[in-house]
C-alpha cells in the first residue's frame, strides 16, 4: 500500500523482476522460520494514475493470510475483520463525511501532512495513509471474506485503502470496500523471508 498520498506510486507499467509477482494458485511458498504454505487465490491488480498503470499483487494463502507484493514493499496480514453495512465504523469509514472522504479532500488541497485523519478500530487509533480504486483479476478460488469475493467489474467500485497504527506505525491495515468492508491487519515483511517458491507445474 502506498505510505502516502492517493494510490501506489506513479510508475508507468512497472512490475518488479521477482518471481512473487508470477505465482499462481497451487504454487507453494517457503517462510523462513515458519514452513511451506499454499497459494489458493491471486489477485491481479491494476490501477490508473495519473495517466499510468501500476501493477501490483495480492495473494491468499492456505492458512488465511493475504501476502502483498507492491511498489510500497511486501506486506503480510493475518487478521481480517469484516465491517458491514450499516456498522458504526462501516459509517466512520466511507459515509459521505467519512473518513475516506476527509483523507481523499486533505491529500486534493496538499494537507494530507498537516491535517492527519484517523480512524478507531478495536480501541487503537490508525491513520489513514492512501486510497484508491482497484481492478482486480482473480485466479484461484474465491475468498471466503466477502468482499473479497466481490469486485466489480468497474474498478471505481472496488476502493482500497491503507492505514497504519498512529503512535508506532508498525502495525498496517489493509481495507476492501466492495459489498462491505474488510479489513485486514499486518506487517510488512522483508522479501527474503520467503526462502523458496515452488512450482505446482514442477510437480
Not at 18 to 33: A, C, K
Request: charged letters at 30%.
Amino acid at each position: 500500500m502506498a505510505k502516502n498520498g492517493v494510490g501506489h506510486d506513479d510508475v508507468s507499467g512497472y512490475e518488479p523482476e521477482d518471481e512473487l509477482y508470477s505465482v499462481s494458485p497451487g504454487d507453494v511458498l517457503e517462510f523462513w522460520g515458519e514452513g511451506t504454505l499454499v497459494v489458493t487465490t491471486v489477485f491481479r491488480c491494476q490501477e490508473e494514475v495519473g495517466g499510468r498503470t501500476v501493477r501490483w499483487r495480492w495473494m491468499f494463502l492456505d492458512d488465511g493470510s493475504l501476502i502483498e507484493a507492491s511498489l510500497d514493499g511486501y506486506f503480510r496480514y493475518k487478521q481480517h475483520e469484516i465491517v458491514n453495512q450499516g456498522s458504526v465504523l462501516y459509517e466512520e469509514l466511507v459515509a459521505q463525511d467519512g473518513a475516506l472522504v476527509r483523507f481523499e479532500e486533505h491529500v486534493r488541497t496538499g494537507d494530507s501532512g498537516r491535517r492527519p485523519v484517523h480512524v478507531a478500530v478495536r480501541d487503537k487509533q490508525y491513520r489513514l495513509t492512501s486510497t484508491g480504486t482497484v481492478r482486480a483479476e482473480r485466479l484461484g478460488e474465491a475468498p471466503t471474506l466477502l468482499p473479497w469475493s466481490a469486485f466489480a467489474t468497474k474498478s471505481d467500485d472496488n476502493v482500497y485503502f491503507g492505514m497504519v497504527e498512529a503512535e508506532e506505525e508498525a502495525e498496517v491495515v489493509l481495507g476492501l470496500w466492495t459489498a462491505h468492508v474488510c479489513l485486514s491487519v499486518g506487517h510488512e515483511f522483508e522479501r527474503s523471508d520467503i526462502t523458496e517458491i515452488y512450482r505446482r507445474s514442477a510437480k
